[in-house]
């Protein structure tokens, strides 16, 4: 419904930022659809205000978490990679994938343009890539002087010296990456000091999509909100949705309060009163409250600026300078870092690494507000004492999602995925809107069947799967690299690893695949020979096994919890459907009729359920 809604296009100059291996303009989109699809670290701006964390503090933590950073500089030159590893889980990218998905081409980008790779020792990146081991000295760059013919592990063996040196001291540094045998297909966390690389230092790293990223920054069903009104130096406001994962996020301002207040889109006042009308969104450049997890939550005196989440924990929307007189208002973003403490466990610091210019509104401008499934409290509170000294502290009443373990609670667990919007959307007339698109961005979502609780089987996951024969092979595809059939009752592909590893274990079986995923169509008689109706099962019972015990390390944007339940059968079965990387709540076509990867797991939900 916003299709038509513009915003001015986002394109960020890079000329003046030390980013290497970066395209120099960045378009960022100029609608909220391609905001969504376009948004990376590069289009963010500079912080405003210098920072650091003394190194005094290594002493008492046993680690390292030492930084600074100066005004002007760019995020990506303070965020280090271990700091979106819960967020985006950047260390699963491969090295291939980094560096296509930021628009670069790995043959064009030397090891010393790498600083992780350039500063691994041999004996380092022969562990991190153990085909390297069997590797011919010829095949590897800038060793040919040692004997072309011998195996890596044995040059190492017989030049002991050699295991310890940096690729950067064997002075390979102007080779590609691509000249290193299998470093493409490594990921990012297979390498010793992953965690600690700036995110300038990562070829085209900044230039990602937040969407591509394996944890990727989609979601679906925002709740968009109007500004209806802004105020300054107003009394107690107790109804809010800003706050902190800490406190929760309906933190009441006592005194001194800048807000804008917001109202359901379909701006026909109080005749009409939908979950957003009338709640503020309090400044934080006055209101601090209190942030933090850990061993690092005391830094920056355990204090960040009151704020929303509607993009997950990378960074933190605040609202910043409201202006009555022009009826403008700024938001800047915050980030925060986290680190492992050593013996004390890991912890991130409250958000207040910043602030980084974001987005300017105006009265009448469309916002995001939450997400589908948030509770928002539709009457004003009653006054509270606050429980602690600091500014902005409240009573810790948090907003809820629809599902009993949805809450934003005083321990932080919470992660709101949102589809973006962006700046200075103009205000349409309410005619323009219909009744049921008025409703359709901000209704909450019935989660309860999907948070019941319900026993993970996977012979009943295997009844909810389209129905099929033993012998059942579908249209020659392709996904990425990989092409075949899929097969038989399970709709396993000719391709998966799974079917590859147990059909492929008689030299007939491995042919018989080799001519599948080239093309050839699978008889009948071909899959009751290679790929029969009890090998089927057990590759699925494998497959599916394997998928749930990966899900179950996985977090869910929805409650910042480990997936369970419902959630949990849902999550596997977008996992089934759309691959390893399939994105949580991807709302994307998977060639499954008309279904999109995220309505495909709702009816896998709904159908496990009925069968239970």
């Known amino acids: 419904m916003f299709k038509h809604l513009l915003f001015p296009s986002l394109v960020i100059s890079l000329l003046s930022l030390k980013i290497p291996s970066v395209a120099t303009t960045i378009d960022c989109g100029s609608t909220p659809s391609e905001l969504q699809t376009k948004l990376s670290f590069a289009c963010f701006g500079t912080i405003e205000q210098d920072g650091s964390i003394p190194a005094d503090y290594n002493s008492d933590i046993g680690y390292d978490i030492s930084r600074q950073w100066q005004a002007g500089y760019h995020v990506t030159q303070v965020l280090k990679l271990g700091d979106l590893a819960e967020s985006f889980s950047p260390q699963t990218l491969t090295i291939s994938n980094m560096i296509n998905s930021g628009g670069g081409d790995i043959n064009s980008v030397s090891i010393k343009e790498f600083p992780l790779i350039h500063q691994q020792s041999l004996s380092d990146l022969i562990q991190s890539i153990p085909s390297l081991k069997n590797t011919k000295v010829k095949h590897f760059p800038g060793l040919d002087s040692y004997g072309g013919n011998q195996r890596l592990s044995q040059l190492i063996k017989r030049h002991s010296s050699l295991k310890n040196l940096t690729l950067e001291q064997l002075g390979i540094g102007d080779f590609s990456l691509s000249s290193i045998p299998g470093l493409a297909q490594a990921q990012l966390n297979q390498f010793p000091g992953w965690g600690n690389q700036y995110l300038s230092n990562l070829p085209y790293f900044s230039t990602i999509p937040l969407a591509q990223m394996p944890n990727a920054w989609v979601a679906n069903n925002p709740v968009i909100a109007r500004i209806d009104a802004l105020r300054s130096r107003e009394g107690q406001q107790d109804r809010t949705l800003s706050g902190s994962y800490k406190e929760g996020f309906n933190v009441p301002c006592y005194s001194d309060c800048d807000y804008v207040e917001l109202d359901d889109i379909e701006n026909q006042g109080a005749s009409v009163s939908l979950p957003v009308e009338g709640i503020r969104w309090i400044s934080g450049k006055k209101q601090k409250v209190s942030g933090g997890e850990g061993c690092l939550a005391w830094i920056n005196n355990g204090q960040e600026p009151t704020g929303i989440h509607p993009f997950g924990p990378a960074f933190k929307v605040v609202l910043w300078d409201v202006n009555e007189q022009t009826g403008n208002i700024t938001t800047k973003l915050f980030f925060r870092f986290r680190a492992s403490c050593g013996f004390f466990g890991s912890g991130a610091t409250p958000y207040f690494i910043g602030p980084v210019s974001w987005m300017n509104h105006k009265t009448n401008d469309f916002v995001v507000a939450g997400f589908q499934g948030q509770t928002f409290n539709s009457s004003s509170a009653t006054s509270t004492t606050p429980n602690t000294t600091n500014v902005g502290s409240g009573n810790n009443q948090p907003i809820t999602t629809g599902s009993s373990n949805g809450s934003v609670n005083g321990n932080g667990n919470n992660n709101n995925n949102v589809t ?190 009925s069968r239970s």
């Open 420 to 609: 973006a919007t962006n700046s200075n959307l103009p205000s349409i007339d309410s005619t323009q809107i219909t009744q049921s698109s008025q409703t359709s961005s901000y209704t909450d979502i019935n989660l309860n069947p999907i948070n019941q609780d319900i026993s993970w089987s996977s012979w009943q996951f295997s009844q909810v799967l389209p129905a099929n024969s033993y012998t059942a092979s579908t249209n020659y595809l392709c996904h990425q690299e990989n092409c075949g059939y899929s097969i038989g009752m399970f709709n396993l592909s000719s391709s998966d690893p799974f079917v590859m590893a147990a059909v492929g274990k008689t030299n007939a079986g491995d042919a018989w695949l080799n001519q599948v995923n080239n093309g050839a169509t699978p008889t009948t008689a071909q899959i009751n020979e290679f790929f029969p109706k009890t090998l089927q099962q057990e590759v699925f019972e494998t497959k599916i096994e394997a998928i749930a015990s990966n899900v179950e390390e996985q977090i869910d944007p929805l409650t910042h919890k480990p997936f369970v339940n419902g959630r949990k059968v849902q999550r596997i079965a977008q996992v089934y459907y759309g691959g390893e990387a399939a994105l949580i709540d991807g709302d994307i076509p998977i060639g499954l009729g008309d279904d999109s990867l995220l309505q495909a797991s709702r009816n896998s939900v709904e159908l496990y359920l």
